[in-house]
């Protein structure tokens, strides 16, 4: 059974950053890249990136460029999603999301993290 | 990038009605398509890739089609646990990107 567990709430100051991670089970952890998705409050989704576990090569939407960095630790089966210079309106859910073995879509879903930046 | 165009924004129903849910793309994108259910406060679901295949373990009841530029979702028989809102997303191209959402509410 495949299961992605994302870490719990943050809360954070502007102009700090955040670090959320995403520990996969359940399949060969190489074997699948994972995107990022972000929701903001009431929103719709946005895709943020997607990093290939297996090297650790990373794609960015250019709207995220130079904020977020992508990274992944093979022996924990770990991803992480790094956003910095955080403002309030960062405020939102991040997702992270597995991409199908075969089919190239996303298949399995972590549950969400909040990520609150508030003075 | 690619825009997704989802219609209609919102749609009311009755369990057991049948609703269909329309996806366009400014440009053609093969069959790269996938469909999405959320509900309040969940994680999205996968429901749907390659435009017409569902997912594991979801409900024949949800099916979906298209090619190139329009596609449907079409929900049969609507269940009290379907009402949520639902999304495309395309994945033909970088940056992949999802439609804005319809919300199918209980009428």
């Known amino acids: 059974q495949v299961h992605l567990v994302q870490s719990g709430a943050e809360v954070k100051k502007p102009g700090a950053s955040v670090r959320v991670s995403c520990t996969a089970s359940g399949y060969t952890f190489t074997s699948n890249y994972i995107h990022w998705v972000r929701q903001a409050p009431g929103q719709g989704l946005e895709w943020m990136g997607i990093?290939?576990?297996?090297?650790?090569?990373?794609t960015y939407a250019q709207k995220w460029q130079g904020r977020v960095t992508l990274t992944s630790d093979t022996p924990t089966s770990t991803v992480y999603m790094e956003l910095s210079s955080l403002t309030s309106d960062d405020t939102a859910v991040f997702f992270c999301?597995?991409?199908?073995?075969?089919?190239?879509?996303?298949?399995?879903w972590g549950q969400g993290t909040l990520v609150t930046v508030s003075s | 990038d690619i825009q997704m165009t989802q219609s209609p924004s919102s749609v009311s129903a009755d369990v057991g009605d049948r609703i269909t849910i329309t996806c366009r793309a400014s440009?053609?994108?093969?069959?790269?398509l996938a469909w999405f259910q959320q509900k309040p406060g969940r994680a999205p679901k996968s429901l749907i890739y390659a435009a017409s295949s569902l997912q594991s373990g979801v409900p024949s009841r949800f099916s979906g089609s298209g090619l190139g530029t329009e596609f449907t979702l079409t929900i049969n028989n609507l269940q009290p646990e379907d009402f949520a809102t639902y999304y495309c997303q395309q994945y033909n191209s970088n940056p992949p990107t999802f439609g804005q959402g319809t919300k199918v509410e209980i009428k």
């Open positions: 999301a597995r991409v199908g073995s075969d089919s190239l879509a996303i298949d399995y």
């Open positions: 990093i290939n576990p297996s090297g650790g090569k990373t």
């Open positions: 440009q053609g994108i093969s069959n790269y």
